[in-house]
């Protein structure tokens, strides 16, 4: 009930046409002006020195991030990350994952869209570090 409610506001400011323009105009700037690394890390970019500067949070749901998920995430799930924007770090990498990186992408589109450029998405996934990452610690 409570995602009908909000989908259907969300209809509703769209349908008001200024405001459907005004966020066509943003996301088309941003995606024009984004490259194709823009927002996005390697598995294989995640050395040592890359991993502990990095903020990792795990955007799956609390029981995946519970059976296992990369050593020091936090958990915000990945449709929770915009109006929990301000519990990530403004300065430094803040790497977003899930199991293959589709529902963390759309948490760093997301992210991005809201002016947190220091917002990556794990291409891949956790899958792909567990699989390709260039570090794993002990943990």
Not at 81 to 89: G, H, N, Q, T, Y
């Amino acid at each position: 009930m409570k995602h009908l409610l909000r989908t259907t506001a969300l209809l509703a400011l769209l349908a008001s046409g200024a405001v459907a323009d005004e966020l066509v105009d943003e996301i088309t700037g941003y995606m024009d002006f984004a490259t194709y690394e823009a927002g996005i890390i390697l598995p294989e970019q995640l050395t040592e020195d890359v991993f502990g500067s990095v903020t990792f949070v795990d955007t799956r749901n609390a029981e995946q991030f519970e059976a296992g998920t990369i050593p020091g995430a936090i958990n915000i799930e990945w449709r929770d990350v915009p109006a929990r924007l301000d519990e990530l770090p403004e300065t430094g990498m803040v790497v977003l994952l899930c199991n293959t990186g589709s529902l963390s992408a759309q948490a760093t589109f997301a992210a991005r869209l809201m002016g947190r450029e220091n917002v990556l998405v794990l291409q891949t996934g956790l899958i792909g570090w567990q699989e390709r990452g260039a570090y794993k610690p002990d943990a």
